[in-house]
């Protein structure tokens, strides 16, 4: 007997740059919507069309380029949100404009100021002008779980008429419990008279720790679209994890009625793009991504899985990509095999003049380190498009005076606005000196809110990937850089986020994010 489809829907891109700090450029975004497409997601949510021209501009990028997977871009319930998305998903494709509005008691009285009544009609409205756009079209109650009953079927009933094709209930602000959740899903689908025109679908965020928990029960009650993002990345406490809801799905294949088609392999990799794009490194006992996760330190564990792994493994490494991205390439290595490891990381160039680059920085990197990882050179990719990029700030050379009981002493060299300076400054430790040195130079009148170091891969020479928030006058960014010099790399970072700061703030409305 053949197993229901559950769509997969992934908001990465839009929901997971939410999280402050993890803003990505157009061309991350694309580098991130190519790897999806190659994990066979199903819908891509590229962002949010109308909060900014960037925003636009990364959804149509996106939408001209992906062809095997749909690409959606949300809306609010307003003509000017929905025009907005149509025209930038018009390339694609396969497209959908996901729209939504509030229902719940809470939101509609003191964030939107409307009636129960004025609420529906919008919505009506709405989704008659995106299905006049767009032949695929969702909608979305937004703080669904905290939503009145009636006025859920009311609303999906009059929605489903007028032309939705996907309802989706988001724990909007993570208030579901499982049990309540999935009941929640169920009396829906059961009580709404044409709930078989429509697919439901689920949204839910992490406030509790209960998202992949509330998601899974929804696709026990009947759900047939679950919403997440790579490694659980989001606003707030993140949303329903991606790589937990596929392998719960499948490893649970006795419980769950259901297939995706997701090509597990690409899990690992997707992770660790993500991950290198925004910053935001894996815990290492998260969930099928982290470190430890296929990890036996016990040696009762050990001993049992040497004698049959299924003792203490419910999946195979290799299944979600795990083997396959451990490939170590060397100071030896060519460039047709570089190039190919490239294409298999999802990652493309713009142009012969791009790779020549990455391989002469490859080459660069080996004579630095032994073996060469796929982390390697995701960071070694991000550091080449950054040093591309049109930037006010770039660093042209470093040196650090540490020992003798005085403290550490910087000289730096950076150029600013096509014109190189220099500084040396003293700080409480090396890190300290280089900050207080850029400063000193740029006077960003920023403040620093996160400093982070991780070791890319492992070992001794690994390359080192540091992560810098600034904050200045409410906006928020995240700087990232790696090199095996571990100051050299903090310099880069905070470069990376001070340009960033420079570039025109974009309104992502989080206060209305489902």
Known sequence: MSKDKLVIFDTTLRDGEQSPGASMTTDEKLRLARLLEKLRVDVIEA????????????????ADNIKDSRVASLARASEKDIRRAGEAIAGANAGRIHTFIATS?????????????????????????????CDDVEFSLEDGSRSEFDFMCRITEAVIEAGARTINVPDTVGYGEPGEYGELIGRLIGSVANADKAIFSVHCHNDLGLAVANSLSAVKAGARQVECTINGLGERAGNASLEEIVMAVRTRSDLFDVETGIDTRQIVPASRLVSSITGFPVQPNKAIVGANAFAHESGIHQDGVLKHRETYEIMRAEDV??????LVLGKHSGRAAVRARFDELGIQFANQEELDIAFARFKDLADKKHEIYDEDLQALVSDVRLEKAEDRYRLVDLAVTTGGGKPPRVHLVLQVDGEQCSVDCEGDGAVDAIFKGIEKLVESNSNLALYSVNAITQGSESQGEVSVRLERSGRIVNGTGADTDILQASAKAYLHALNLLLVEGRAHPQREGI
């Not at 990509?321 to 451990?326: D, E, H, I, P």
Request: net charge positive; no cysteine; glycine share 6%.
């Open 47 to 62: 962002g949010f069309a109308i909060a900014s021209q960037g925003d636009f501009e990364a959804v149509k990028l996106v």
């Open 105 to 133: 008691p809470i939101h509609m009285k003191y964030k939107l100021q409307m009636q129960p009544d004025q609420v529906l009609e919008r919505a009506v409205e709405s989704v008659k002008l995106a299905r006049s756009l």
């Open 321 to 326: 990509g795990w083997k396959a991205n451990r």
